[in-house]
Structure formats: C-alpha cells, structure tokens
C-alpha cells in the first residue's frame, strides 16, 4: 500500500485536513504530521531558536509545535520508518493562487516535500457566496476531498518529483479540472498603526484587497470561470536573459 504524508498550515485539528485524511485513508496509508495550531503565510519558514516537540495524537496523527515546513522535515527523518509516496498539503480553507505560492504554508509544505524528491500536492478550496445567515463559507468538504482523490489517483503514477502541484477548488465549480500556469495577484498590505496602553507604536499587517489578472489557461482566470485549477510550479528562478544582459556589462574592460 502506497504511503501519502499528509500536513498543512491550518493546524492538525482543521477540518480540511480531517476530510482529506478520511477520503485519502479509504485508498493509501495517510499520515499526518501537521502543525499543533494555525501556521498561515509563514511559506517555507524553519523554527531554528527553540527546540520542536512532537505529540501522537492518534494513530498515524502527529502535532508539531513548529511550522509546516517544520512538520515535513521532522516526519521525514523522524517519524516516518521510509519515504512516502506523497506529500499533500491541506485542504487550506482559502484560496492559494497566483502569488500566493511564495507566502502560503500550504505550498510551503508542498515544496518541503519537492526538496526532497518526493512528488508533492497542495490542496485549497476557494469559498462561494455564503451559505447561510451566519455568513459561513460556503464550500462541501466532502466533495473537495473526492476531488484531491481523483487528482491524486491520477498524478501517482505519473508525477514529476521536481514539481509542486497547486490544486484550487473553487465552489461552484463544473468538475471540471483544468492544467494551468500561474495568473497575477497582487498586494498591498493594510498596515494598522496603533498604540499600546503604555504609549508605544505597534503595527498589524492585513492583507488588503488583492488586484487579480490572468489570462486564459492561468489559474485565476480558471477559477473566475469554474474550473478547478492544478497548477504546476517548478523551482527555477534563474533569469536567463538578465544574467547574459549583466555578463555583457560587469565583463567588459
């Protein structure tokens, strides 16, 4: 039976990941080795200051007082006795598009497990209207956890351990999954300033309203048009152009 390491950076309690496990259980072994509280926008970040405690919560469940990237690492060498088949992140309450990837725990789990040349997933659902008077998300776990079954059933056997896969389930959605590259989302932070009782400034960073564009093929356009997105991120950030243009400069006499 196929191994699938399970993590994200919602906390190992969060719903989206209880689902996952529960859907993905019924086909593979799933481990989880998730973060002991909520771990948002902290990417690949390492805890290097303070040691990291591991607790079993259950069979095959582990809480780590540490990061995403943290729990992968730890489940590799430490918890796991061999290499998985798989590394999936999520599923992230949240969307995890464009730019988000260089911010989000959830793909931040995933590359973790790319540095390692383990095939990776990361899985986030992007929430409709809400559903009700109490203004919840309005999004059915159920059915997004079938759908990163059907994307993983297919991408086991054929899967390229030098990639991430970023897959966003968007509700509505056709049900139909779209191969894409990524769009643009730009931020600019709302930053808060205020003062504490004893007089001294402190700022809270927000996110702001985010500008989106993408053209067709790209995933945001994908899921402004109801299609679920699997993304496909390869670590290369080499800027060929750039470097021949330097050469031609700092060469020179």
């Not at 945001?220 to 679920?228: C, D, L, S």
Request: glycine letters at 10%.
């Amino acid at each position: 039976m196929k191994t699938i390491l399970l993590t994200n950076d919602d906390g190992f309690f969060s719903s989206g990941i209880t689902a996952l496990k529960e859907r993905l259980g019924r086909s593979w072994r799933v481990v989880v080795v998730a973060p002991d509280r909520e771990r948002s926008a902290i990417s690949m970040a390492l805890t290097l200051h303070h040691p990291l405690r591991v607790k079993e919560i259950a069979a095959d469940v582990y809480a780590v007082d540490g990061t995403t990237a943290d729990c992968v690492n730890i489940a590799l060498q430490k918890v796991l006795p061999a290499r998985p088949d798989f590394v999936v992140s999520g599923m992230n309450l949240g969307e995890n598009l464009a730019e988000d990837i260089f911010f989000s725990g959830t793909v931040g789990g995933a590359f973790s497990g790319m540095l390692y040349g383990i095939p990776a997933l990361a899985i986030s659902l992007i929430a409709g209207p809400p559903g009700d008077a109490a203004c919840r998300p309005n999004w059915d776990l159920d059915a997004a956890a079938q759908i990163g079954e059907r994307v993983l059933e297919r991408l086991l056997p054929v899967a390229d351990a030098s990639m991430v896969y970023n897959l966003n389930i968007p509700f509505p959605n056709n049900d139909r999954i779209m191969v894409t590259s990524l769009g643009q989302k730009r931020y600019t932070p709302d930053i808060i300033e205020r003062q504490d009782p004893r007089g001294n400034r402190y700022y809270w960073i927000g996110t702001g309203i985010p500008t989106y564009g993408g053209e067709e093929g790209s995933d945001i356009w994908a899921v402004r048009n109801g299609f679920i997105s699997l993304g496909v991120i390869h670590y290369g950030m080499n800027a060929a152009a750039e470097i021949t243009r330097l050469k031609k400069i700092f060469d020179s006499k």
